[in-house]
């Protein structure tokens, strides 16, 4: 089992910046895939990205293409979410979740318990 801790959330003006981390234990997730989500109130879940299991693969959507970064450490166990350029429509619980099959792709096996992040305008 893994279990997933997202972290770094909070309350940030338009223009600013958060780090997320998303930190796993139970078992190393170096050979998972890594996917973000988001979702805002009253609105579906949204992909916001992934990454491969080495690292060297990102993939992200069009809303944030460009302000956002996936990283990981695999010593640490941990993936990371850089959001720079924050806007009020970035404002949504952020989750993390993990892939078996290592291509950050899904079906995700595992799912963190989210991260508020909130924008003010």
């Known amino acids: 089992q893994v279990q997933l801790v997202e972290s770094g959330g909070g309350l940030v003006q338009a223009g600013g910046s958060l780090r997320l981390s998303c930190a796993a234990s139970?078992?190393?997730?170096?050979?998972?895939?890594m996917g973000w989500f988001r979702q805002a109130p009253g609105k579906e879940r949204e992909f916001v990205g992934r990454?491969?299991?080495?690292?060297?693969?990102?993939y992200y959507a069009d809303s944030v293409k460009g302000r956002f970064t996936i990283s990981r450490d695999n010593a640490k166990n941990t993936v990371y979410l850089q959001m720079n350029g924050l806007k009020p429509e970035d404002t949504a619980v952020y989750y993390c979740?993990?892939?078996?099959?290592?291509w950050g792709t899904g079906p995700y096996d595992y799912w963190g318990q989210g991260t508020q992040v909130t924008v003010s305008s």
């Open positions: 979740a993990a892939d078996s099959k290592g």
């Open positions: 990454i491969n299991w080495s690292g060297g693969n990102t």
């Open positions: 139970g078992r190393s997730i170096s050979r998972y895939g």
